[in-house]
Structures are given as structure tokens and as C-alpha cells.
């Protein structure tokens, strides 16, 4: 058999990433050196991707097709996690230290899933804990868009490399380069996540001198830094025990605009930077993300209020809002255990998972434009059931939907419930055969939560729990469909097909 | 005044028609038996040649030529010789095309291709298609002094409420006036006490509501379109139904080829598009294409065109809507059952023809073959009209001059035997063909 993939394109351009992920871990080793960490765990990657990434740089390498493309996104999002995992086996502290629970959570980490195995929070370094942080910012928006922004070399082959990594939409050309583009989208991407640690940083600065002593009393610089690392990226680590619960109501609720605007379509959140304020309002897609977090948060919150969980008052409608948000962005903070609620409100979060934010955000899961092209299709099929001649379109905002892209996102959205089904079966299975006790509503908790990478799930893998319990088979596997999720399923299963390495 | 037709096809030869009574007509063609055969049949200089070429416009005499009008069936060859007489004298140019995209150029643009004035043939057919539908049974409608007033003809069916009454008696619409009464072909200026009979044409002026409330009283079934169906997705049927999104309705429009019926479904959002072939009778039942208050069929053919109207209107549609090519159909579709026949081409030539007479007519429209015509006139301290009752000025007036409606700073006033007539005033004028000049002289 002849490979027809040009494989070595595809190793030279990872090798490129590989380099260019040392910058992170050199940057996580000085703040180890600030802390006065260990340094061994950030400097022992460092060298090794640097090393690798250069020697696999030297490989000669072509333009990237679509082919090389699916090969580089899948084994870029991969190789990342395998190092990322290193700094937690070379730091040896608690859970972490295993290999499994180690590439989990890098894995978790870099596909912006937010499922900890961390057992205690308190005897991790702070540059461990940090690394968390920087791995989800690093995912969030994508590992490519932020390579192709970074270097010219993959301009060309941007566009076809950064379609690849995001399928709902044409990457939309901002500007005539591609590099272009991605640079406004990370710049965009990095400004968010600054102007978020300032103001959260600014809560915390502010109270003192205007006498509300308890504005935001715990968010440090560090803390600052850290969460606006994971709330723009929709990713959810948190190096508190508590996530966002540890933190006031003022933080709360600036988390919850964070989120939001994280899981808004990327091109909307330039052209409202510019002024722009007609294309958000026109945009159908936007409309039904704020109708699903508003809605389930009314409906959550009659839950709760029934059930005299909460009083009728702020803390009930930021209590909702919070965990609402955070499931549908698919960020997995939470700021109470929402795993202690009655049923009815964890299951409508449950299917809240399944939701996700726009395309062309940080957001993961299946993402509100599929659901809401699945849904005006169905409406049009009913249409045409009863006058089978007529041609109607789709149209979003206004606009025709062509019909290979229909049959695209009714194929990806089955093809997503459908994994989602095996793998709660596996869970469930392996987890008896290993001895371990997980509830019905648990597995299915926890397979949408890894393979829609939210991140927190229910019963021992609830917002204030932890993985780790889970056998380490069911663990491996849950890497496998947080990698396979989180690049949308085609990358990973077209790799698989015989069709793709041969002619 | 000299004038410049380059074509000389259906349109050319209807607008070099019109004109050569009272006006210096130039007729250039390229295929020399149509020449030869024009310069027996009309009292016009026909030239052989081609309008995009230099030499055959100077031996026109684009020098002191004041309008030069090209209407030749080609779009590209009408934008070249008018580019090529803007350069060659400062003639008026006028500019037929089909295409809708060049027409979108030269309105956003100023003075674009060096044309002053551009008739889209398809846009034009299309809006005479949407001002039939928008005014049930009407069969020749025209608007003047910027839509405020509006001209119908109607056919008076045999059960209308004003069969069999007098005009006087007719006369119970606020401002709308009766015109003229055409009755087997005869064209009859009514006084108060003439009949109107049953299958008269009757030719009002008025408001636009007028109009609209007078064709809704004509015929009681009419109670104003709401299913309108389009046959054919060609470009008058593509802009037709556009238009009438722009109105409000929701048309069904039938294409049969399956590219162009997507293509047409994308650009047309508030349009139902069904892919199926108009003549397939059990489509058009299961459709319930027989229940539409109107079926326009746009077809790229006449014969088919016509097939499809018969056919929709035997399952029962309430009114046809055709389009023809030739111009000689129009009475034979409209005498085997189609409602309402349109031409293209003959609209094209009315819109041209109505721009030529701007000279101080504004608006024109062209009655029964030539008959009679609507004029627009300002009336000027000097005219014979100006500060007079209409009943002491309208003996002035040749016989058969009717005054049709009066727009002041913009909204009608209704002519009654008392109105005086201020200077400035808008009149619309209702005028026998041989009297045009004498009226456009003494108003």
C-alpha cells in the first residue's frame, strides 16, 4: 500500500507548533522561578518540544491540502496534550502524578473541557496550577488560528488549516491575508482575556478605596490572571477547590458576562468592536444563544424557587444565570454544588450541555447555529411534505444555506448523539467491570460532559468533584473523545478511513 | 424636433410610428430590407447601418439631432451607440436594455455610458404586470403627477353596478372622472347623460384609492388579489415577483428547471418557488393553482404562455395575466380568454414615446392603438385654462378634450364645472390624437 497522504508536511508544520508551545512552558518556568517552584517539570518540556519541534521542522515540507490538514489538526491537538502533560508526572504531587490522571487533565486542559482529576487543590505549586490555566487559553480559541496568526509561513495554507479546526463556517476572511485574520482574532482573543483579569483585578482593587471592603476581596492578581485565562477561552479549570464560588457575587457576575461573550460568534465581537452594533442584531444565531441561556435560566430558576432552594432575590437569579451560562458556553464553572439540586433543574442543565455557544467562538459542544439549521430544516421538510414541489432554502439571517452543508450538520449532530450514546454504554460498563459505583444519570453526566467538553458532570464527577475515581480505561477513553469532540469529530474519524491514506 | 431611432424592430418602428407625424424621424437599421421596406411605410429617413459606428450616425445627422434613441434588441449594441453619440453631439439619448444590471449601473451612477435616459424592458414589463394585478380588471393603467393621480381602463362586465347607467348617475366616486368610453371599437367622450353598457371600456382618471374603490365596485368578485401565481421564473417573472414581494404579497412562483428554481427560491425569500413544469395539470390541481385570484404566465415562450393561461384559467383562476412577444397576439390572447395580454415591446415604445413628448407633456399614455392620449401639462399664467372655471374654458378646447384630474403642490383636486384652474396647477389632460398639439399649444 501506498501512503497518499504527504505525511511529512504535516509533521513539519506540528514540528513548528511544538516550537512554538516551548514560549508557554518558558514562561510557566520563570513564574516557577517568582514562585520559587521546582523548576525541573517546566524545563524538561521545554527542551523537549524545542528539540523536537525544530528537528521535525527541518522535514521538507509542501503546501498543506485538505488531507495533510486533517492529519496536522489531529496530531497538533494531540502532541500538545501528551506534553502538556509532562509538567504534572515531573511534579509528582497528589493525583496528578499518574500518567493517566496527568495526560487527562492536559488533555481536559487543552481542549478547553474543564474535568479535573485534582484531588486537593492546596498542595499543587502555583505555577502547576497555573499551567492548567494557560493549556485552556491556549485551546480556546484554537491551536491553529493562534499558529496561523502567528506565522506568516502558514498564511496561505491558513484558511484551509483553520477550516479544518472549525467546521460549522467558511472561515471568514476579515482581511485579504489569512494571517490577517487570525492575528485580529487572537488579538481580538487576547484582548478579551486582558481587559477581563483588569477588571477583575480592578473589583479587587477597587473595594478599599470606595469602603465596600468585600467587593472582591479574593481575587488577587494571580487569581485575576487565572480566571480570565479560562472564562474568555469557555474552558473552566479554576485553581480553587470551590471554582468561581470562591469568589464574590461581583466576580460572579462579571464571570458570567466573561462567558458570554466568550461563547459569541468571534467575526460579531470585531465588527461590535468597530461600532458595528447591525450585524449582531441581525444575527439569527445570536438571538437563539441569548433565548437558550435566558430561557434555561428562567426555567431553572422556577425549578429552584419551587423547590425552596433559593428565596425569590439576587442570589437565585445569579445562582441560575451562573450555572446556566456556564453549562451552555460549555465553560463548567460553578459557584454552587448544582449536583445537590433536585432533578429537574439538573436535568434541564444536562441537556443544556448539548447546546454550546456560536460557531466561530471558544465555545465547544454542538453549538447553537447546527441546532438552529437542524430545527428550520425540520420546519421546511414539513413545509415540503405537503407541497413536494416546492424549493425552499434555508436561510440564516436572511441568507441561503446550500444543501451539502445541511446534510453536513444533520450528519455531524447525529453523528455527536450517537457517540454520546456509546460512550455512556462504555462508562457504564467499564465502571461496573472495575468495581466503581456510577449512577445512570452519572455516565450520561459525565460521556456529554467529556465529549461535549463542559467539564463538570454529576455525582462524584459533579462541579465540586473530581474524575478520578473513574478506572483508568474509562479515563483513557474520555481523552480520546474530548481530543475527538473538541475537533469536531471529521479530523479524528477521517483518519481512520482507508479512503484517506490511499489514493 | 430631430430625431434618431437606431433598430428598427417592433420597437423601433412603433416608436419612429408615433413620432413622424410631429417630429423629424431618422430610422437607422442594419439589415437594409427592413430600411427599404420603412421608407414606404412611414414618413421617416431610413438609414442602413450600424448605431455604434461614427459615420452612419453623422450621416444621420447626429449633429443637429435633439434625441437619438436606440432600440435595437441587442443591450450592449443600445450602450454603444449612445456612447457613441454623446461623443459625437449633445442629442438626448435614450437607451433600451433588458438587462436589470445595467440599469442598477446608470442609476447609480450619473450619466453613466453617456446615456441621459434608460428603459429596462424587464423591469417596465414587470411593474405593468404589478399595476395590473394591484387593480383588478384593469387593463391599461398609467400613474402622472408622481402616483398621485392614476388612469384605468376597465371592462364593464355585464352584472358591474354601473351597467346600464348614465355617467351622471355613474358618478359617485369622489374624485374620479370618466374619461372615455370606448364601445366596439368606437371611442365616445361622454357627457353627463351617455349610457354605459356592458362590455363598454371604460377609461377613468382619479386618485389612486378612487381607482382602486371604482375597480372593486366594477366587479364584485374583485375584492383585490391575495394568491397570486407566477408561471415561469424568466426575468419578468423573476421581477415581478419581487416587485410584489416589495408590496406585501407572498407570491407562488412555478419554475420548471430545477438550477434556476433554487436560484430563484435563494433571491426570492417571501416567494413559495414549486419546480414542476405549469402545464402538468395534476400539479396545478394539487396546488390548487385554480384557486388564485390571479396566474401571470412568464414563460420564454408565447404558445406555451398561452397554453399555461388557458390552462389555469379552466381550473378556475380567477384572472390571467399573460406576456406575449408579438405584439400581434395581444387581441388574439385577450379574444380566446386570456384576461390580460401583455408585450413587452409595446411597453418599452409607450415608455419611450411618453419621454420623448416631455418636452412640456410629462406624462403620456397611449390610448386604443394611438387614438387618444393622456397629457400632463403645467399650466402657465398665459394658457387659455389659467384662472377660469372649468366649464367656462373646456368650449375653448378642441371637441372631445377632457380634464381629467388637477394636482396642486401635490394632492388632487377633483375637476367639477366650478374648479378654477390656478397657474402652476398640474392638469391631466384627456386629448384626441389630432388634437395634441393644438391643446399642448393653447394650455
Known sequence: MRIRVDWRTSVSVLGTILKILALPLASMAALALFYSEPLVPFLVPFAGSLLAGVGLERIERDEPGPREAFLLVASAWLAVALVGAIPFVLAGQGTLADPVNALFESMSGITTTGATVVGRFEIHGRAILMWRQVLQWLGGLGILVLAVGLLSELSVSGAQLMETETRTQDVTKLTPRMAGTARLLGGLYLGLTALLAALLYGLHLLGPRIGVPDLAPEMTLYDAVAHALTTIATAGFSPHAKSVGAFSPAVQWVVVVGMFVGATNFVLLYHLSRGDTTRIRDSEEFRVYLGVVVGGALVVGAMLVLDGEYPLGEELVRATLFQVTSIVTTTGYATVDFDLWSAGPRHVLFLGMFVGGMAGSTTCSIKTLRWLVVGKTFRRDLFTAVHPRAIKPVRLSGAAIDEDTIRDIYAYTLVSVVIFGLLTVFVVVDASRAGVEVTEFGAMGAAASTFLNIGPAFGFAGPYGSYEPFPDSTKLVMVVMMWVGRIEIFPVLALLTRSFWES | ?443
Not at chain 2, 10 to 20: K, N, P, Q, T, Y
Not at chain 2, 76 to 86: P, Q
Request: hydrophobic share 40%; net charge negative; aromatic share 4%.
Open chain 2, 1 to 443: 424636433m430631430r430625431i434618431i431611432v437606431v433598430g428598427a424592430g417592433e420597437v423601433g418602428s412603433s416608436i419612429a410610428a408615433s413620432l413622424c407625424g410631429t417630429h423629424e424621424v431618422v430610422v437607422v437599421d442594419i439589415d437594409p430590407d427592413r430600411v427599404s421596406d420603412l421608407t414606404y411605410e412611414l414618413d421617416v429617413l431610413a438609414i442602413e447601418g450600424d448605431g455604434g459606428d461614427r459615420t452612419t450616425l453623422q450621416e444621420a445627422g447626429i449633429g443637429d439631432a435633439d434625441l437619438v434613441i436606440a432600440s435595437t434588441d441587442d443591450d450592449e449594441t443600445n450602450i454603444v451607440t449612445c456612447g457613441t453619440a454623446d461623443t459625437l453631439g449633445d442629442a438626448f439619448t435614450i437607451c433600451r436594455v433588458k438587462g436589470t444590471q445595467y440599469l442598477d449601473t446608470w442609476r447609480n451612477a450619473d450619466g453613466a455610458f453617456g446615456i441621459d435616459f434608460m428603459v429596462c424592458t424587464v423591469l417596465l414589463t414587470a411593474e405593468s404586470v404589478v399595476r395590473l394585478i394591484g387593480l383588478p380588471a384593469a387593463q391599461d393603467v398609467d400613474t402622472f403627477s408622481g402616483g398621485a393621480v392614476r388612469m384605468a381602463q376597465f371592462e364593464v362586465p355585464v352584472d358591474s353596478p354601473v351597467a346600464d347607467q348614465t355617467v351622471a348617475e355613474a358618478d359617485r366616486w369622489d374624485s374620479l372622472t370618466f374619461a372615455a368610453i370606448v364601445r366596439d371599437e368606437e371611442f365616445v367622450i361622454p357627457s353627463g347623460d351617455t349610457y354605459i353598457r356592458a362590455d363598454d371600456e371604460v377609461i377613468v382618471i382619479g386618485s389612486p384609492e378612487c381607482v382602486r374603490e371604482f375597480a372593486a365596485d366594477l366587479s364584485p368578485r374583485s375584492a383585490g388579489p391575495d394568491d397570486i401565481v407566477i408561471v415561469g421564473g424568466s426575468e419578468v417573472g423573476f421581477q415581478t415577483a419581487r416587485l410584489l414581494e416589495e408590496r406585501g404579497f407572498r407570491p407562488r412562483l412555478i419554475e420548471r428547471e430545477g438550477e434556476r428554481a433554487r436560484q430563484l427560491a435563494e433571491d426570492l425569500p417571501k416567494t413559495t418557488v414549486m419546480e414542476s413544469d405549469a402545464t402538468d395539470r395534476d400539479f396545478l390541481e394539487r396546488e390548487h393553482v385554480g384557486d388564485a385570484d390571479v396566474v401571470v404566465t412568464a414563460l420564454d415562450n408565447d404558445e406555451k404562455n398561452l397554453l399555461a393561461a388557458l390552462l389555469a384559467k379552466r381550473l378556475g383562476a380567477q384572472r390571467t395575466v399573460s406576456l406575449t412577444e408579438t405584439g400581434a397576439y395581444v387581441q388574439l390572447f385577450e379574444a380566446v380568454g386570456v384576461d390580460v395580454a401583455v408585450n413587452p415591446r409595446e411597453t418599452v415604445a409607450e415608455e419611450i414615446t411618453r419621454f420623448t413628448r416631455e418636452q412640456r407633456a410629462e406624462n403620456v399614455a397611449i390610448i386604443e392603438d394611438d387614438r387618444a392620449e393622456v397629457l400632463e401639462l403645467t399650466v402657465d399664467e398665459g394658457s387659455s385654462l389659467a384662472d377660469r372655471a372649468i366649464r367656462e374654458s373646456v368650449p375653448d378646447l378642441p371637441a372631445g378634450t377632457v380634464i381629467g384630474a388637477i394636482t396642486r403642490d401635490g394632492s388632487l383636486v377633483t375637476p367639477r364645472g366650478e374648479t378654477v384652474i390656478r397657474p402652476g396647477d398640474h392638469v391631466v389632460l384627456f386629448v384626441n390624437t389630432e388634437d395634441i398639439d393644438a391643446v399642448a399649444a393653447q394650455v
